[in-house]
């Protein structure tokens, strides 16, 4: 695939100096993601392309130069590198609108992302996905957009807004602005032969399009069987080992540096001793407002592998043309003649904070500034209230009923190993019975994931462990990958406050304690994202964390994004949904009470 100019004779006329170029870029030190060289040089943008790029290493001056040019910038010596590209993302994890999220992101020099809506497109469907598409149509960033594969993630273990088939699919990659298949979460299905997996990626293959992967402690047969079926590359690698183990496939690994999974350097540390990294991509995966508006987006992907040993230049590699390859995208990712024009100056190659940045030949950002204007969009989605089929729950409707009156039951309890990961297992525990009602020990919370698009009486309780909470409630319908609506809570009655506060903001999260709410992040579009711009939603955000701390998640890295996985079937070992208690590894339910 390649992007075509607009006026392809009259690029080559810029490229010969016969026509003025719109934007010439001078005196500025050109990184050659081709040879690895840095040379000064001067580049010529022509109606969003680049026309031609002085780069003279040896000194041969074997042509006299010559320019013409509507506006011209002196780099005054920095750095010129393409624009970053996010090769995993789903934008609504950042809880902004597409449009919000792009005047975040674009002065930290992120000019191209790679997203998938599944978080949208299981609550309101292809609507959802097209939605996400259209929002951004008439900015100056580039959205590779994919057809959400998994919707829901597991079918008939998870209920969700909508089911996507293949023919659901299909319509979607043929409308506008969808670029090919996100990533394929039902490894289960695609190593089972599973119809539906089998006929979506069937589709995808016959038609030649871009499938993203997902295949978390994948090794050996099972990842070769994986590859065979048709995705190119994966985000899930948590160890260094599996990013070996995949790029050894020739599978592309974008390793991952989101707000609540940092795998960039175990991965890097893992592989920077092999000769080639062609595979090696960056992502943020789910990157929250406030470490945006904090720390930056790719910028701050790029600097912690360099940090972790990746040579500069290999670092920018991983986050520009690497990912364009991948993507099949030909001229894209690089500084060189007939690529698109995204740019960025660099005053360092080491802590990339790019001091100009140019997208499709326009200058959009200046000092961390935005400069581009966004008009004003307004979709009707963003009017939808999504959460108004939740019913009026009670606190009896949030109460475990043990099997007994008085004595002591084993309870399939899901226990966190970490406090600061996602990972969780199914351990039987002795709980005691007093009255009917079960005495749960330190440490131990309940949890309910309620159905909120119609099916009212589809909720589960269970008991949790290692996940942190000490006292209060949060509850949420941001909840991968179905976002039905989620709850952590020591009583009913505190759980009955963080919910009905969701319900009222039509979506997002609240916390509380003492039967007060404590903490809320309004997210009325989906339930999943934001009205407001990234500094407000950034605070919003902060408010909620240190308020969780004080209920006792001390050490979540991210404490308000801890519950948006309790329901992520596709993540071992034990999860939950509003159909019950789910064995991932064994892809069947399992009982509260043994036996």
Request: overall charge negative; charged content about 20%; glycine content about 8%.
């Amino acid at each position: 695939m390649r992007i075509n100019p607009n006026h392809p004779q009259a690029l080559i006329q810029a490229a010969q100096g016969q026509i003025a170029v719109d934007l010439l870029v001078e005196n500025v030190r050109i990184v050659n993601l081709f040879t690895g060289e840095i040379a000064p040089g001067a580049v010529g943008i022509f109606d969003g392309m680049i026309a031609f790029v002085d780069f003279d290493p040896e000194n041969l001056h074997r042509e006299t130069l010559t320019y013409q040019a509507k506006q011209i910038i002196d780099g005054e010596g920095q750095y010129l590198i393409p624009g970053f590209i996010d090769a995993h993302l789903h934008i609504e994890s950042t809880m902004m609108t597409p449009r919000h999220f792009s005047a975040a992101v674009l002065p930290w020099g992120t000019t191209t992302v790679v997203i998938d809506p599944h978080e949208i497109g299981n609550v309101l469907g292809a609507e959802g996905v097209q939605y996400m598409a259209q929002s951004v149509s008439d900015l100056p960033i580039r959205y590779y957009v994919l057809a959400p594969s998994c919707v829901p993630a597991l079918p008939g273990m998870e209920s969700s807004g909508a089911d996507f088939y293949a023919t659901d699919i299909q319509q979607l990659t043929h409308s506008e602005g969808i670029f090919g298949i996100g990533e394929v979460m039902d490894f289960h299905g695609v190593l089972n032969n599973d119809q539906r997996m089998v006929d979506i990626l069937n589709q995808a293959n016959q038609q030649h399009q871009y499938i993203q992967g997902h295949a978390p402690g994948m090794f050996g047969r099972r990842l070769n069987a994986y590859l065979c079926s048709g995705p190119t590359n994966d985000h899930e690698s948590r160890s260094g080992q599996e990013a070996k183990d995949k790029m050894r496939l020739g599978m592309y690994v974008d390793a991952r540096e989101s707000s609540a999974s940092q795998n960039v350097r175990d991965i890097v540390e893992a592989v920077k001793e092999f000769r080639y990294h062609d595979l090696l991509c960056l992502c943020t995966d789910d990157r929250e407002a406030s470490d945006i508006l904090e720390s930056g987006h790719m910028n701050y992907v790029v600097k912690t592998a360099i940090e972790a040993g990746l040579d500069p230049i290999t670092a920018i590699r991983c986050a520009t043309l690497h990912t364009a390859r991948d993507l099949g995208v030909r001229n894209l990712g690089a500084v060189a003649p007939g690529y698109v024009a995204d740019l960025q100056l660099l005053e360092s190659l080491t802590d990339p904070k790019p001091s100009l940045v140019i997208s499709q030949g326009q200058i959009v950002a200046k000092h961390n500034q935005l400069v581009a204007s966004f008009a004003a969009k307004v979709s009707p989605v963003e009017q939808c209230n999504t959460v108004d089929k939740i019913p009026l729950l009670s606190e009896s409707d949030l109460t475990i009923v043990a099997p007994i009156h008085n004595g002591t039951v084993k309870v399939n309890v899901m226990h966190y190993l970490k406090p600061n990961g996602s990972l969780t297992e199914w351990r039987p525990t002795d709980i005691e019975v007093i009255d009917g009602q079960l005495q749960l020990p330190v440490g131990h919370m309940f949890a309910v994931v309620q159905n909120r698009y119609g099916l009212s009486e589809q909720r589960t309780l269970a008991v949790v462990s290692g996940f942190g909470l000490r006292e209060g409630a949060i509850a949420s319908t941001v909840s991968h990958d179905s976002h039905n609506l989620t709850a952590i809570f020591d009583t009913p009655a505190n759980a009955l406050v963080a919910i009905h506060q969701v319900i009222e903001q039509h979506g997002g999260i609240a916390s509380s304690a003492k039967e007060q709410v404590t903490a809320n992040i309004p997210l009325p579009v989906a339930g999943l994202m934001s009205l407001e711009s990234c500094d407000v939603v950034a605070e919003q955000s902060e408010n909620m964390k240190a308020v969780l701390r004080e209920q006792g998640l001390t050490q979540a890295p991210n404490p308000t994004m801890r519950i948006s996985t309790m329901a992520l079937p596709v993540i071992p070992k034990a999860k939950l949904s509003d159909k019950g208690l789910i064995d991932v590894a064994n892809h069947c339910f399992v009982p509260l009470f043994i036996d």
